[in-house]
C-alpha cells in the first residue's frame, strides 16, 4: 500500500454573524487513498459549543445527514435495559414540536427523502437523506428534532408498545434469545448485558426519556456527518441551527474490567441452560473481550476470522459441519468497543448431539492459545481482511459513521489508513498469545434447549438452569 500522505491545513474563521459558525482548525484530507483506492477527501471542524462536524463534498445533487449522539445500549443496565431502542423508536414516531408525527414523515415521502433514527451498542443514529434542493429543509426538520423533540404520550405509548412486540417476538427466535442471555451472564446484567423485559420497558417514562435526551444529546457528545453536493460554507450555516444546543460534555459508559474477570473465572464452572422444546438446541460460549484500543486487537481479529468467522474454511465450519455434519450454521464473532468487547461462538444442532458440537467448539476455542495457526490459515485470514476492506468504505454515509467511529473512540485517522497494515503485521506468535490471554479467564456456555439435556451437559460442570 503506498504511503499516505495527509495534507494538514490550520486556520482560524472570524467570529461574525455574516461568517461561518465553525472555527476550529480542520484537517483537508484531499487526496486519501486506501490501500491504492481513491476515497473522497473529507473535513473535519468543530464548533464554539464542542459540536463536532465531519463533511464530505457528493457529486450527486444531494444530502445526507448522520447525527450520532453518544448514547446507546452499552450505556444502560438493568433497571432501565431497552432504553435506547425505546427513545429511537419514539423519535422515530414523534419528530419535532415543528414536525410531529404525520407531519414529518409526509414531508419527507413528499420530497422523496428517506428518514430512519435507530440505537447501536454505543450510539444513536438520526439519519436524513434528501435531494440537493430540498437540503435547508432537511436540516431544519434534523435540528428540530433533537432542539425540540415532540414526546407525545400517545405517540410514547405506540413506541412503548412496538418494543414490547419485538421482545415478543424475540422469544420466538432462539439465536437472539441465546446471544443476548450469554451477554447477560458475561457482564452481569449491565452494559453489553443489559437485558430488556417487559418489566423494563414498562418502567420507563416520560421523564426518563427526557431525561436521557437532556444529557446524552448535547453539542459535544454529538457528530454531524453531512455529504453533500452543497459547499462547505453552505452547510455550515445549516447547521447554525444548532447554536442554541447546550454545550454539555463527552459522555461515556462504565466498564468494570477486573471485576468482569473475577465474575468470569467464577462461572465458567458452569454451564447454563435455558429450556425451551425446540427441536434444535442454540449453543453459545462467549467471553469479554478487549476494547478496541487494545494492542490484541488486530491479532484477536485475525483469531476469530480463523476460528469461526465468516469463511467457509474456518475451523468451526470445517470441524462441526462440513467434517461432521452436525450444525447448519456455525460461525464466532468478536467485537471491539470503546471500553469493552465481546466474543461470541454460535452453533445450532441437533438436540442429540448437543454435547458433541459443544465439545468440539471448546476444543477449537483451546486450540488457538495451544498451537500456533498454520501459515496458510493467516494468509488466507490476512488475504480475506485486506481486499474485503474497501466494501466499508462504498458510500458517503458509510465513510461519514466511519470517522463517526474514529472521533467517539478517540481514534486517529491512521486508524482507517493503517488498518490493513496492522493485520499484515500480526504473527502467529502474537495470535497464540493474545488468544491465551483472551479465553484465559475462562468461557461462559449457555444452551438453549430441551430439559433432557441436563444430564448430557453436567459432563462440562454444573449446570445452572435459568429462566
Known amino acids: ?38 476515497l473522497p477527501g473529507i473535513k473535519s471542524l468543530t464548533a464554539k459549543n464542542g459540536l463536532r462536524l465531519f ?88 435540528t428540530d428534532i433533537v432542539l425540540n423533540p415532540n414526546l407525545d404520550s400517545k405517540i410514547i405509548e ?45 418502567s420507563i417514562t416520560v421523564s426518563d426519556l427526557e431525561n436521557t435526551l437532556n444529557k446524552y444529546f448535547t453539542a459535544k457528545n454529538i457528530i454531524v456527518g453531512t455529504a453533500s453536493s452543497l459547499g462547505l460554507n453552505e452547510v455550515e450555516n445549516n447547521l447554525n441551527r444548532f447554536n442554541a444546543l447546550k454545550e454539555g460534555s463527552v459522555m461515556n459508559y462504565t466498564a468494570n474490567i477486573s471485576f468482569l474477570k473475577v465474575s468470569m473465572a467464577e462461572k465458567t464452572k458452569n454451564i447454563y441452560l435455558l429450556p425451551k422444546d425446540i427441536p434444535q438446541a442454540v449453543i453459545v460460549v462467549g467471553s469479554a473481550a478487549p476494547g478496541i484500543k487494545d494492542p490484541d486487537f488486530y491479532a484477536l481479529s485475525l483469531m476469530n476470522d480463523i476460528l469461526g468467522g465468516s469463511s467457509f474454511n474456518s475451523r468451526l465450519m470445517h470441524e462441526i459441519r462440513v467434517k461432521r455434519g452436525l450444525a447448519y450454521a456455525v460461525q464466532s464473532v468478536v467485537r471491539f468497543r470503546k471500553h469493552t468487547g465481546v466474543f461470541l461462538a454460535y452453533a445450532q444442532t441437533r438436540s442429540e448431539t448437543a454435547d458433541t458440537a459443544l465439545s468440539l467448539m471448546l476444543e477449537n476455542i483451546e486450540n488457538m492459545s495451544k498451537y500456533h495457526v498454520k501459515d496458510e490459515e493467516l494468509k488466507l485470514a490476512k488475504d480475506s481482511i485486506k ?34 497494515k496492522g493485520m499484515n503485521s ?42
Open 1 to 38: 500500500m503506498k504511503k499516505l500522505v495527509i495534507l494538514c491545513i490550520i486556520f482560524t474563521i472570524a467570529l461574525t454573524q455574516a461568517e461561518p459558525y465553525y472555527h476550529s482548525v480542520f484537517a483537508d484530507s484531499n487526496d486519501v487513498k486506501i490501500d491504492n483506492i481513491d
Open 426 to 467: 500480526v504473527s502467529k506468535n502474537e495470535i497464540q498469545k493474545s488468544s491465551g490471554e483472551l479465553f484465559g479467564k475462562g468461557l461462559i456456555k449457555l444452551i438453549i434447549g430441551r430439559k433432557e439435556l441436563e444430564k448430557s451437559l453436567s459432563k462440562f460442570g454444573n449446570v445452572v438452569i435459568i429462566e
Open 158 to 202: 405506540n413506541a412503548r408498545s412496538l418494543i414490547l412486540e419485538d421482545l415478543r417476538r424475540k422469544q420466538d427466535s432462539p439465536d437472539m434469545l441465546a446471544f443476548e442471555k450469554a451477554r447477560e451472564i458475561i457482564f452481569n446484567g449491565t452494559g453489553y448485558g443489559a437485558y430488556p423485559t417487559e418489566k423494563s420497558i414498562n
Open 55 to 142: 463533511y464530505i463534498k457528493d457529486e450527486l445533487p444531494r444530502t445526507i445527514i448522520v447525527l450520532s449522539a453518544g448514547f446507546g445500549k452499552l450505556y444502560e443496565d438493568n433497571t432501565n435495559a431497552g432504553i435506547a431502542d425505546f427513545l429511537a423508536q419514539t423519535l422515530s414516531l414523534a419528530g419535532s414540536k415543528k414536525y410531529p408525527a404525520d407531519k414529518l414523515h409526509s414531508t419527507i415521502e413528499s420530497i422523496g427523502g428517506r428518514f430512519r433514527v435507530e440505537a447501536s451498542f454505543e450510539e444513536t443514529y438520526i439519519i436524513i437523506e434528501v435531494m440537493e434542493k430540498y437540503s435547508a429543509l432537511a436540516f431544519e426538520m434534523l
Open 387 to 420: 481486499n474485503s476492506y474497501i466494501f466499508e468504505f462504498d458510500t458517503p454515509a458509510s465513510i461519514l459513521r466511519k470517522y463517526s467511529f474514529l472521533s467517539y473512540n478517540g481514534l486517529p485517522d491512521s486508524f482507517l489508513f493503517n488498518y490493513v
